[in-house]
């Protein structure tokens, strides 16, 4: 396991593991065709983003350079890609397509898990 060593790897892998948590309530709700939040929605997102923002920093400062941090980071750009879509599907269409949920998801749990196990030798 490659688990971080500095404040902010630690508290980027704690709000990034809220945000999965977030998002898996929220994704739960909305395939089986209830109303989720829009503000659960928008703290989930939110949450994501800070986790990344403190990656980043922990990446880019030199203090925590564990090799399985950018790739991390680049499947996490993939995961935000993933959430505006669905953003913009919602606000736009009104409509969430379950596929994009799932996408989504999966792209983040993907990005957590490369984090904390690194890619496959």
Do not use: C, Q
């Not at 090799?67 to 993933?82: E, Q, V």
């Amino acid at each position: 396991m490659e688990l971080p060593e500095t404040w902010s790897g630690i508290l980027a892998l704690t709000a990034l593991t809220g945000a999965a948590a977030g998002g898996a309530v929220t994704a739960l709700l909305l395939i089986t065709d209830k109303n989720a939040p829009m503000d659960l929605g928008l703290l989930h997102g939110r949450t994501g983003i800070f986790g990344i923002i403190l990656l980043l920093i922990s990446a880019y400062s030199g203090t925590d350079t564990g090799l399985s941090i950018k790739p991390a980071l680049g499947a996490l750009m993939l995961t935000i890609a993933g959430g505006a879509t669905l953003y913009y599907l919602i606000r736009r269409k009104g409509i969430l397509s379950k596929t994009v949920i799932l996408v989504h998801g999966s792209l983040a749990i993907a990005s957590i898990s490369i984090l904390l196990f690194g890619l496959p030798a």
